[in-house]
């Protein structure tokens, strides 16, 4: 098995501002994908990043709990399926895909210690069980025959097709939401959106490299319905983690449920809603993931980025 995280450069840290860029004129046409070498400062970043809105702050706090072990497990599973991928062209855009995959969650990951862990949000316990879900039950099968081992690995490869749906979706937002607006703290809404806008530019590569492994309406329905519960269930965990952590709120169930919705009305949450009904696009036939989002917009963020500039 090849080394889940491959090295790189040392990075430099930033405190830059991050802005907003409006949808670009002119299509940026194929895009090769790289990893951009990135590093955040954050000593300066308070617990709730978005002013007047602590509760949206935490709500997306949760993805930094959330993908480290998930984007590892993205990166092993395709170091796993690339030996076996005799299409070059896909090949380089899969080795692109992990090497962003790698460090997403190396950034989430000091994000962890260097943000939450700081500022009195322990992620010990919730690291326990990303590790045991992503290391251990979707880890790759042990023993069985060659032909079990391959399934194992298509059923994998179609549900991080169905995760990566999600993270287009969620990356498409990141890019049009109203965090710079509302005066959020620039590094940590420059963390999410390089994230996103990366999400975005590599939106369709594990749907095809799903299909290149085993094309099938069945496969991609099925993998969605364990995907979508999954995703909602551990999202919603994570929260109630960090809340119960979060020493500043007193807030009771109704309380949080009015923050989140001002939240969703202020632009720096998306509607949940919206994210579950965006399931229904995938399952209509003839679907792809270049529905969602925009390259040019994506790419040129990613120009704009303080944290991508530096890698240059």
């Not at 430099?12 to 955040?40: C, M, W, Y």
């Not at 880890?139 to 169905?162: C, D, F, N, Y």
């Amino acid at each position: 098995m090849s080394n889940p995280l491959p090295s790189s450069p040392e990075p430099r840290e930033h405190r830059g501002h991050a802005s907003r860029v409006t949808l670009p004129d002119t299509d940026p046409g194929p895009v090769e994908l790289h990893a951009r070498n990135v590093a955040f400062d954050w000593s300066q970043t308070p617990l709730h990043w978005i002013p007047d809105h602590p509760v949206p702050s935490n709500f997306i706090s949760v993805l930094n709990l959330l993908l480290p072990e998930g984007e590892r497990w993205f990166v092993q599973t395709y170091n796993e399926a690339l030996p076996m991928v005799h299409d070059e062209e896909l090949a380089a855009t899969m080795r692109g895909f992990v090497g962003q995959e790698a460090m997403h969650a190396e950034a989430h990951d000091k994000v962890l210690w260097e943000f939450l862990d700081a500022r009195g949000i322990d992620p010990r316990p919730f690291q326990a069980q990303m590790e045991w879900i992503f290391r251990k039950m979707l880890g790759p099968m042990e023993g069985g025959t060659p032909e079990a081992r391959h399934k194992h690995l298509v059923e994998r490869l179609w549900l991080i097709a169905a995760l990566e749906h999600y993270t287009a979706i969620l990356g498409d937002f990141a890019l049009n939401n109203r965090w710079v607006e509302c005066g959020a703290d620039p590094v940590m809404a420059d963390l999410f959106t390089w994230h996103g806008a990366e999400e975005v530019e590599h939106r369709a590569v594990a749907h095809d490299v799903a299909t290149y492994f085993a094309d099938g309406y069945l496969r991609r329905g099925r993998s969605m319905l364990v995907a979508l519960p999954a995703l909602l269930i551990l999202i919603n965990r994570g929260f109630r983690f960090i809340i119960k952590q979060d020493k500043s709120l007193r807030y009771n169930f109704f309380q949080r449920e009015y923050h989140y919705f001002r939240g969703v009305r202020a632009g720096v949450l998306p509607k949940m809603r919206s994210v579950v009904l965006a399931t229904f696009s995938y399952f209509r036939p003839g679907f792809h993931p270049d529905e969602i989002g925009n390259t040019a917009q994506a790419v040129a963020y990613l120009a704009a980025s303080p944290a991508a500039r530096n890698a240059s």
